[in-house]
């Protein structure tokens, strides 16, 4: 197809020429002017609007340059700050699990301590002196608590005296500079307190003969203890089990104390209280570190007892009534921040320890009413805060709560979806005991972890935060403790992860400031190039604007010139060409043409004719492949066919020579032989004579094939 269009093209601008009548100058010149200008114009317009794409695909590739720098500062800083993250992470679970772990341990040989103690009262001579001087040289240390007040925002409690600051320690040699870190002394204050609220003997019918009190919180009266009713909280059944026991025996008793309820869970203010529907009165609702430092106090104990035997005989029982503060002591000034211990605990502040019992029962919380206690009304054990479906099936069976959840399943499909009940919690009835708190499934992960008596930790999600969770079995095994694996009961320290992602955190931050940076740098950078690729576009559009203008000139100039040039060696041409017009040539123009060029053309011609009519055999004229080129009419003749058919035909179709055979006469060049000669019809004998056909360079184009008649 581009051959035909390319073909009428020429066609119809040689027809135009014509008619104008132009000179052969005046067409050599509009020619140079086609083939030179109008391709130089085209070509500073393509060059143009390739610079311009040029520039624009600049200035696209330097922004997506930018965003891509952009992207990888991002990545780069996304991939340092969650390794960060990682790395601190595992730090800190590292170093919790082992505080939880240590802490444990802490309380399991404190309680052993306890052993040591009740064997030791159990050789004393009972009497009342003995026993004073017993307990007033068993002395423990508890924090003093200062005295707090509302904030002046009134939205939290803060102490009501301010601490002095802490003077700072400096390196005084500079070879310990590097990384010298001072950290100041805890400046808690602290009370001697009797480890022991009550020291008794009881008979062997469970009157209690002596007693010693170090606190009004016991009845100093002596009581029968072998009824419930006159015992702590009239909760202990302790006297049936001493019964069971031989020399040498200890029994340990759970938590014993009194429930403190609270109605309100958190930052306990007048705002919140009044949001909840409540009169504001702290000193009313438990106790609950710094979202309720004014509360009132879970107050417990924890029975030692055992055998006192004389003569191979046992007279009576000894016992010690622990006061529950000293096992609270262990964890309730513990943190896992970097401050590592504070005065009041906290638990609004999610980073805080407590202690669950071998039952996954609340008995060390910062948050009093969430330890699980006894109703001294009746000396059952109080309500928990039960999750509702377990409430809802309490209440309808019309049963006591003791005869009720003693057939109910513990950690029954634990999860985050179920709710704690609603009632108990407007009752203020919230104490934790984890067997039925369906709606913690976190219970379920501590009781899994301390199985064994092991510890670990795991992270949950707890209130919209990701907290880590750790959990280590207390390793006391004394009495009924023994039982379980998990001994007295296990520590758990709740950490909130973003404590300690915090330097992950702050580099984030400067990460994020210096990428902003860099974006804003690569930002100007990429508007500066862009300003610049618009200067050099319009730059290169001028200098091309110019550049061409001074070509065409110099085309023009050029193509005169030439046009010039060639018309008078064209006419010297033809008038050479003439004077060989006695048959040096064969081929025909045939021109129309009425200039310079059609003389010459015209003067060829007549050359050829006669060139061709003085072969008088049979001639053909092929290229390399056998196309044939021409043909006399003495060949068209033999070969029977017209000049039409013949051109553009192949040798074979036109020869009377079969192909490749001894007559062949193309056959016989090639092979460097005469051809043979071949018998026509009619008596007749011929023979073929070939030879190449060469261009100007002396390079073979074709064949020149002659044929003689030979018969004679």
């Known amino acids: 197809m581009i051959k035909r269009i390319a073909g009428k093209a020429h066609s119809l601008i040689e027809e135009a020429f014509n008619r104008m009548g132009w000179s052969l100058r005046a067409k050599l010149i509009a020619i140079f002017v086609i083939i030179k200008v109008i391709p130089l114009v085209l070509l500073a317009l393509i060059a143009w609007r390739q610079s311009w794409l040029l520039g624009t695909e600049l200035s696209v590739r330097a922004e997506e340059l930018t965003a891509k720098a952009n992207d990888s500062l991002s990545s780069m800083g996304d991939i340092a700050v969650s390794r960060s993250v990682k790395a601190l992470n595992d730090r800190a679970t590292e170093d919790i699990e082992r505080m939880t772990t240590d802490t444990a341990r802490k309380i399991a040989d404190f309680l052993y301590g306890r052993d040591d103690d009740i064997r030791a009262a159990a050789a004393l001579e009972p009497s009342e002196e003995n ?94 203890v072998s009824d419930r009713w006159n015992t702590y909280v009239h909760a202990e059944t302790y006297f049936q089990e001493l019964k ?280 100007r950078a990429a508007s500066d190039t862009r300003e610049s690729i618009k200067k050099n576009l319009l730059d290169t559009t001028t200098q091309l604007s110019l550049s061409a203008g001074v070509m065409i000139v110099l085309v023009v100039l050029i193509a005169i010139w030439m046009a010039s040039f060639l018309t008078r060696n064209i006419n010297n041409l033809v008038k050479g060409i003439s004077r060989f017009r006695s048959g040096e040539r064969h081929f025909r123009f045939r021109s129309k043409m009425r200039d310079e060029l059609g003389a010459l053309a015209d003067s060829f011609d007549e050359m050829a004719d006669r060139l061709v009519e003085s072969v008088s055999g049979p001639l053909v004229i092929t290229d390399l492949n056998g196309k044939t080129l021409y043909a006399n009419d003495h060949a068209l003749k033999l070969c029977q066919k017209t000049l039409e058919e013949a051109i553009g035909s192949g040798y074979k179709e036109i020869s009377v020579y079969p192909e490749n055979s001894r007559y062949c006469p193309i056959k016989a060049l090639q092979e460097g032989r005469e051809a043979e000669v071949k018998h026509l019809p009619g008596d007749r004998y011929i023979k073929g004579k070939a030879t190449y056909l060469y261009d100007k360079a002396g390079n073979k184009t074709g064949y020149i094939i002659i044929t003689d008649d030979v018969t004679e």
Not at 188 to 197: N, T, W
Not at 279 to 290: H, T
Request: hydrophobic share 30%.
């Open 244 to 523: 069971r026991l031989g020399p040498g025996d200890i029994y340990v008793s759970e938590v014993i104390g009194a429930y403190v309820g609270s109605r309100y869970i958190g930052m306990y203010t007048p705002e919140n209280a009044e949001a909840a529907g409540l009169e504001f009165q702290p000193e009313e609702e438990a106790y609950a570190g710094k979202e309720n430092p004014l509360g009132k106090r879970f107050k417990g104990i924890v029975r030692w007892a055992s055998p006192v035997e004389r003569n191979g005989s046992i007279i009576g029982y000894v016992t010690l009534a622990l006061d529950h503060d000293h096992i609270m002591e262990f964890t309730s000034h513990l943190t896992p921040t970097t401050g590592r211990y504070t005065e009041t605990p906290s638990a609004y502040e999610g980073n805080y320890a407590f202690i669950w019992d071998y039952k996954c029962r609340s008995i060390v919380h910062p948050r009093h009413h969430s330890i699980v206690g006894y109703d001294p009304e009746t000396g059952e054990p109080q309500v928990p805060w039960l999750e509702q479906s377990i409430y809802d099936a309490w209440r309808q069976s019309g049963k006591s709560y003791v005869d009720f959840i003693k057939d109910q399943p513990v950690f029954d499909k634990q999860s985050r979806e179920k709710k704690p009940a609603r009632e108990l919690t407007k009752a203020g009835l919230v104490g934790l005991d984890g067997r039925y708190l369906n709606n913690a499934p976190q219970c379920t992960g501590w009781f899994d972890l301390t199985s064994e008596g092991g510890s670990g930790s795991f992270n949950i999600l707890w209130s919209g935060l990701s907290k880590l969770t750790t959990a280590a079995a207390i390793p006391y095994y004394t009495g009924r403790y023994g039982e379980s694996k998990r001994g007295f009961a296990f520590v758990t320290i709740g950490a909130g992860l973003e404590e300690f992602n915090r330097p992950a955190l702050e580099m984030e931050r400067e990460l994020d400031s210096v990428t902003d940076g860099a974006n804003e740098s690569l930002g």
């Open 131 to 224: 026993y004073r001087i017993f307990v007033e040289h068993k002395m423990g240390l508890l924090v003093r608590e200062g005295e707090w007040k509302l904030a002046a925002d009134g939205k939290s409690w803060v102490p009501a005296e301010t601490p002095p600051p802490r003077g700072e320690v400096k390196s005084s040699n500079n070879e310990n500079d590097t990384a010298f870190h001072y950290r100041p002394p805890d400046s808690f204050e602290y009370d001697s307190r009797p480890l022991y609220l009550e020291m008794t003997f009881v008979d062997p019918d469970g009157r209690e003969i002596i007693k010693t009190t170090t606190s009004p919180q016991m009845d100093g009266g002596l009581k029968d």
